[in-house]
């Protein structure tokens, strides 16, 4: 089923729900320690933290309302990682767990003279209930799609932060510019080591 607009080739989950498993994936990114591109993060300061949660929100957040989130972001992980091992199952068994935590309430909401679109309550009013009613309808989404390869973990060394593809061919395997320079540069260096004379004393 296409919509129209549909452009051969394009992925999209619809505008919102791209806008959305964008944000799942900042989410998820800026509020988990672990491996960043290159470096290991063993744990965030919770005065960063509240300062990443404010940027990606756009809102002053409550340091409880920065621990719900960063709550939210590490539940989010698995859905990548089973989707990086190719195990649509797994990855579908996480997403419903997710559901099942923020059960989202669909409706539709609109802004000044645009289109209707659709939106995800939580019945909890919290920011993470918020949040995670809109991650999971936006995860949940993308694995009932053709599409669902499309979540991955960066295959850089030393870095575990997680995209969504939405190039045109899919070839996506980095999180960011930064870890496929780095990775290229690496590859280069390696080759020029194995051109180097060979049998010298
Ligand atoms: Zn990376």
Redesign the pocket.
């Known amino acids: 089923m296409l919509g129209e607009g549909y452009v051969p080739g394009q992925v999209t989950f619809g505008s919102h729900a791209d806008r959305v498993v964008t944000l799942t994936v900042a989410l998820l990114n800026e509020l988990t320690a672990g491996?960043?591109?290159?470096r290991l993060v063993p744990r965030l300061e919770p005065a960063e933290r509240q300062a990443r949660a404010r940027a990606l929100l756009g809102l002053p957040v409550t340091a409880r309302e920065t621990d719900g989130l960063s709550r939210l972001a590490v539940r989010l992980r698995p859905v990548f990682a089973a989707v990086e091992d190719e195990d649509a199952a797994r990855a579908a068994a996480e997403v419903n767990g997710l559901l099942d935590a923020y059960r989202p309430l669909p409706y539709l909401a609109r802004g000044d003279g645009e289109a209707w679109e659709l939106h995800f309550h939580s019945p909890d009013g919290g920011t993470e209930a918020r949040w995670g009613a809109g991650c999971a309808t936006a995860l949940a989404a993308v694995i009932a799609s053709e599409a669902w390869r499309r979540l991955g973990v960066?295959?850089?060394p030393i870095?575990?932060?997680v995209?969504v593809d939405l190039s045109k061919n899919g070839s996506r395997r980095?999180?960011?510019a930064?870890?496929q320079n780095r990775t290229k540069a690496a590859a280069l260096r390696a080759r020029r080591r194995g051109q180097a004379p060979s049998g010298m004393p």
């Open positions: 491996q960043v591109r290159g960066c295959s850089a870095c575990d932060r995209f980095f999180c960011s930064a870890c």
